[in-house]
């Protein structure tokens, strides 16, 4: 089954646009929710993770467990947040990553 | 410190045989993950790897396996390989594993022709 969905494969933006980068997952337990970021031609790194509740390059991400759903939100996008994003959850057994979301920030 | 490191970088096999695969983890990282990243199923857990022992088993055939030493470096090895074998083999590595940080290494581009 799958546990973290991703419905959006492709978002484009303009630059200073809001932008909002959607994930719902599935576990009845107490979710461990990340957001990993891919730029170009760089490997995986985590952008930030629910339970430190900290923004990081201006992202934040609130966790709703009525919705199930943990979204990545940013008022200002900027042409540098170009990249892909994974949502993640951790059962404490494994991640679970969703198929990803390609942003791209229009000039 | 230096990162996650992955080695080969790239590797091309052709159908039937094994291919072998290095991970050497961030200094004092005692567990170990794998990961196969393909464009149509995105990152699907492996399995994990902490104090040389496996912890914990994603949905892959007996065909996948793996290893870790005691310094922590980790070795994945696919036998008879298949075309659908073909991805990103991706290695992450955190202090004890469960819900600590991941941190990437740049991956294995694996081509079964």
């Known amino acids: 089954a799958q546990r973290v969905t991703q419905p959006e494969k492709l978002l484009s933006v303009f630059k200073g646009a809001p932008v909002e980068l959607k994930c719902n997952y599935s576990?009845?337990?107490?979710?461990?929710l990340f957001w990993y970021v891919q730029y170009s031609r760089q490997r995986l790194q985590l952008l930030l993770r629910?339970?430190s509740r900290e923004s990081i390059k201006g992202f934040t991400a609130d966790l709703n467990k009525g919705e199930t759903s943990f979204h990545l939100k940013k008022p200002f996008a900027q042409e540098e947040d170009s990249a892909m994003y994974y949502c993640?959850?951790?059962?404490?057994?494994?991640?679970?990553f969703g198929t990803g979301t390609s942003l791209t920030v229009i000039p | 410190k230096a990162g996650v490191t992955q080695t080969p970088r790239y590797l091309i096999k052709t159908r039937g045989q094994q291919v072998t695969l290095s991970c050497s983890p961030i200094?004092?990282?005692?567990?170990v993950s794998w990961y196969q990243q393909t464009p149509g199923q995105g990152l699907q857990f492996l399995f994990e790897?902490?104090?040389?022992?496996?912890?914990n088993k994603g949905n892959f055939p007996g065909r996948f396996s793996g290893r870790q030493f005691s310094n922590s470096r980790s070795e994945m090895n696919v036998s008879t390989l298949e075309l659908g074998d073909s991805a990103l083999y991706l290695c992450?590595?955190?202090?004890?594993?469960?819900?600590?940080?991941?941190?990437f290494g740049p991956g294995t581009r694996l081509t079964v022709l």
């Open positions: 629910h339970i």
């Open positions: 993640a959850l951790n059962t404490g057994n494994q991640f679970y």
């Open positions: 992450a590595s955190s202090w004890a594993g469960r819900t600590d940080t991941q941190y």
């Open positions: 200094s004092g990282h005692r567990s």
């Open positions: 790897y902490f104090s040389e022992t496996q912890r």
């Open positions: 576990y009845s337990g107490s979710p461990e």
